[in-house]
């Protein structure tokens, strides 16, 4: 089984920083591409970024390019988040990766997320 493990999540003002880890359950995480995904509420699941298993290749979505960074070792990975902006409010996920090119995730593996509040 592929589950992970969120943790993180916080309270932040616009324009601070969170550090985001994703640890695996059960599984070897090092086997696998992993990617970070959020959901706001009312809204859909949608990917954030994508890390291969080696770590040399990274994708990230257009409104997160500059501010976060995904990285990992050889347990976890890590989402960095700079400049943090209230639409970055959500929940974030991670999940191994069926393919990295895509950044498809198996889809019955979700952890329970850690919340992120951008507030002032």
């Known amino acids: 089984q592929l589950q992970v493990v969120e943790s993180g999540g916080g309270l932040a003002q616009p324009g601070g920083s969170l550090r985001l880890s994703c640890a695996a359950s059960?599984?070897?995480?090092?086997?696998?591409?992993i990617g970070w995904f959020r959901q706001a509420p009312g809204k859909e699941r949608e990917g954030v970024s994508c890390i291969s298993s080696n770590g040399d290749s990274t994708h990230y979505a257009d409104s997160v390019k500059g501010r976060f960074t995904i990285s990992r070792d050889n347990t976890r990975v890590y989402l960095q988040m700079n400049s943090l902006e209230p639409e970055d409010t959500a929940v974030y996920y991670c999940?191994?990766?069926?393919?990295?090119?895509?950044?498809?995730?198996?889809?019955?593996?979700w952890g329970q997320g850690t919340q992120v509040t951008v507030s002032s």
């Open positions: 999940a191994a990766l069926i393919t990295f090119s895509q950044c498809v995730p198996y889809p019955d593996y």
């Open positions: 059960r599984f070897t995480m090092a086997d696998y591409p």
